[in-house]
């Protein structure tokens, strides 16, 4: 069965930086639309930035020029870079990605996938 997994998070420094990593594993056909979001306490959920099955991106306002979406196909991985972080950042971060398998007749499905969540805390 096909699961996505975040890792990479952590506690930093307001200003620091750190990327967190999203694998797809399991029998993975290929990684399609990616999009990662976060969650701070007492808040919903709510969008950082999606990729398209190719390369391009999109940022909401407040990780523009901060965050980066990057992916690796070979590996089924997909990262998201962030710099000068600041205590506002704070939240569980979590990876969607549309993921392809094969299934017995060698057809590929497609399926949503959300991965359990990783913590990033900014404090001094």
């Known amino acids: 069965q096909v699961q996505l997994v975040e890792s990479g998070g952590g506690l930093v420094q307001p200003g620091q930086s750190l990327t967190l990593s999203c694998a797809a594993s399991?029998?993975?056909?290929?990684?399609?639309?990616v999009a990662w979001y976060r969650q701070a306490p007492g808040k919903q959920r709510r969008l950082v930035g999606a990729?398209?099955?190719?390369?391009?991106?999109d940022y909401e306002d407040f990780a523009k020029g901060r965050f980066a979406i990057s992916r690796d196909n070979a590996k089924n991985m997909a990262y998201l870079h962030m710099t000068n972080l600041q205590y506002d950042d704070t939240a569980i971060y979590y990876c969607?990605?549309?993921?392809?398998?094969?299934?017995?007749?060698?057809?590929?499905?497609?399926?949503?996938?959300w991965g359990q969540g990783t913590q990033v805390t900014v404090s001094s």
């Open positions: 969607n990605a549309d993921v392809g398998e094969k299934n017995a007749r060698g057809v590929v499905e497609v399926t949503s996938l």
């Open positions: 399991g029998n993975v056909f290929r990684m399609y639309a």
């Open positions: 990729m398209n099955a190719g390369t391009d991106v």
